[in-house]
């Protein structure tokens, strides 16, 4: 008797692959993906080591009145947080105070009519494995790949 081979697909994340992202994160993550079948969607890697949790979050929504929609995306970083070049239109980057010790950068930015946030977050705000400086460098690094992929 043959029984049938079950398959299961493994869900992937359009912007970022596992790989990107481990490097990220420095390790092997877990994926969690939503998405949508028009170009939109939520991917978050994670990694625990010990007892430190670290989080790369990649969220893409599609705009379709961009002068009305996209303040409130960059209203995500306070008004005259750092901007970015080489990220998509109009990308800034900027710290995040989490609830409890979680500490973390975001890049806000937008790819034509695609609004593009990307968060790197570390349960530990003072871990000294990844460091507000190195935190940054990494968000820099996740976004990058990100609009890449979007443009």
């Given at each position: 008797m043959l029984a049938p081979a079950t398959c299961r697909a493994q869900v992937k994340c359009p912007w970022i692959n596992e790989a990107t992202a481990s490097g990220i994160l420095g390790g092997p993550v877990s994926l969690t993906a939503k998405l949508s079948g028009h170009g939109a969607g939520v991917c978050e890697f994670s990694r625990q080591e010990g007892p430190v949790i670290y989080?790369?979050?990649?969220?893409?929504?599609?705009?379709?009145?961009?002068?009305?929609?996209?303040?409130?995306?960059?209203?995500?970083?306070?008004?005259?947080?750092?901007?970015?070049?080489?990220?998509?239109?109009?990308?800034?980057?900027?710290?995040?105070?989490?609830?409890g010790a979680e500490a973390g950068e975001r890049v806000?930015?937008?790819?034509?009519?695609?609004?593009?946030?990307?968060?790197?977050?570390?349960?530990?705000?003072?871990?000294?494995?990844m460091t507000q400086e190195m935190r940054r460098q990494k968000v820099n690094l996740a976004a990058e790949q990100a609009a890449g992929i979007l443009f």
């Open positions: 989080q790369l979050r990649v969220s893409v929504s599609v705009m379709t009145d961009i002068p009305k929609e996209f303040p409130t995306y960059l209203a995500q970083c306070p008004p005259k947080s750092a901007p970015l070049r080489g990220i998509g239109n109009e990308a800034v980057m900027c710290s995040v105070q989490g609830k806000v930015g937008r790819v034509r009519d695609q609004a593009l946030v990307v968060f790197l977050s570390s349960s530990v705000q003072d871990d000294p494995s």
